[in-house]
């Protein structure tokens, strides 16, 4: 969605006085009859139109509102608010898919897993070189993330 303030050029909190006389101004601007250039006219026109949708939505207060409800201003930059079952929606959404996928994932997993253990079990010294391997795998992975959240 664009920023209809960005597009404006306007803070948030502007008046709707505010808002008229900038439209009027960008309008007379951006006019597409003030560019000779065949370009310079298609770009007009295109920043003339984008400066109208605008305007249509920030000068009307009803719109104006829907509008700040469902986005806000946060750094320059304009967010969408999700509501709560949105967020819920596509909390389950993943869970669901990474069930699936997980599932999939572990029977290839401890399918060959399995077969390991196997010719492993008979030999104690592959057992010993497979535990450190998993247990330097392990504290690799912990010192990473405890080093990241430092």
């Given at each position: 969605?664009?920023?209809?303030?960005?597009?404006?050029?306007?803070?948030?909190?502007?008046?709707?006085?505010?808002?008229?006389?900038?439209?009027?101004?960008?309008c007379?601007?951006?006019?597409?009859?003030?560019?000779?250039?065949?370009?310079?006219?298609?770009?007009?026109?295109?920043?003339?139109?984008?400066?109208?949708?605008?305007?249509?939505?920030?000068?009307?207060?009803?719109?104006?509102?829907?509008?700040?409800?469902?986005?806000?201003?946060?750094?320059?930059?304009?967010?969408?608010?999700?509501?709560?079952?949105?967020?819920?929606?596509?909390?389950?959404?993943?869970?669901?898919?990474?069930?699936?996928?997980?599932?999939?994932?572990?029977?290839?997993?401890?399918?060959?897993?399995?077969?390991?253990?196997?010719?492993?079990?008979n030999?104690?010294?592959l057992s010993?070189i497979?535990?450190?391997?998993?247990?330097?795998?392990?504290?690799?992975?912990?010192?990473?993330?405890?080093?990241?959240?430092?």
């Open positions: 969605m664009k920023n209809y303030y960005d597009i404006l050029e306007i803070h948030p909190d502007s008046s709707h006085e505010v808002i008229e006389a900038t439209y009027k101004a960008l007379k601007h951006y006019n597409p009859q003030n560019f000779s250039d065949r370009e310079n006219k298609l770009q007009a026109k295109r920043r003339t139109n984008q400066i109208k949708e605008a305007y249509k939505v920030l000068s009307d207060s009803r719109k104006r509102a829907k509008y700040d409800k469902y986005y806000k201003e946060k750094d320059g930059h304009v967010e969408i608010r999700k509501s709560p079952i949105e967020t819920v929606l596509v909390f389950l959404a993943l869970a669901v898919l990474i069930v699936i996928i997980g599932k999939y994932i572990g029977d290839i997993f401890f399918k060959y897993f399995a077969k390991l253990t196997v010719i492993i079990g030999s104690p010294i010993i497979l535990l450190f391997i998993i247990v330097g795998i392990a504290t690799h992975f912990f010192w990473k993330n405890f080093k990241k959240n430092k």
